[in-house]
């Protein structure tokens, strides 16, 4: 299950780090009226585009440009500008930012490259109907090419701004990826669902206002939305570098 916990406990970090446990479970790091102004700011203002495994989303997202980095960081230097007039009021990701570094006990910054700035996070927008296939996340398999790739872990954190009327549980298998498992990679996206067969799980409702620490090297998937109100979440990886400090990206 995913365990919940209100300020750092280094245990629980630890295990996290090590795939004891696959997430730890945040709630309420911004408020109610917060999340509403957002996602009415998002879905009212800001044009929107596809990306691997999701429908809809806002910024620039690494997995979209592996083999293009002049791209990525020049799409990243783009999205980064809106998302600041985005969140000109109230930024979440400085909320998520200062959550982080209350739970590892470090400071947090976004991660650059030859002085340029990957992206600062992502916004997923889910509608009816939609899901995300059986996947799980390593830059440092997929990307070799670009710094984050050499940071010894990689997390997710992922905030919910808005609840769907139903669905929309982010459903995390007991397997991590393993090198062997590519032999039931999708070419487009994601695994064939014989790669955690028999695979218990666990499932966290996408709660407004709750931040989710995932180890994203576990299987995991985003089960249908259902109903009129969409699906929104804010995210970025993070990971810590040879010397001990926290970067994130997306």
Known sequence: MPTQICQAQDS????LL???IHSLEIPNIISQFECDSLSKKILSNYETTSGPGLTTKI????????????????????????????FSNTNPIDKIKKTVSQLFQKEIT?????????SYCMIRIHKNGDS???HRDNCNFEMPDYTV???QTQLSAI???????????????????SKSDESHRHPEFGYSYDVIDGSNYDMISPITGNLVILNPNFYHQIEPVLGKKHRISIGFFFGESREKKLYNWS
Do not use: C, R
């Open 159 to 177: 905030l919910y701004l808005q609840s769907p009327q139903s669905g929309g549980e982010l459903k995390i298998y007991h397997k991590q990826w």
């Open 59 to 86: 910024g620039t997202s690494l997995s979209s440009y592996i083999y293009d980095k002049t791209k990525y960081f020049s799409n990243a230097q783009k999205s980064n500008l809106l998302l600041q007039n985005l």
């Open 110 to 118: 976004t991660a650059n490259e030859d002085g340029m700035p990957y």
């Open 149 to 151: 790739s050499k940071y």
């Open 12 to 15: 629980k970090i630890k295990d």
């Open 18 to 20: 090590s795939g004891k």
């Open 132 to 134: 995300v296939h059986v």
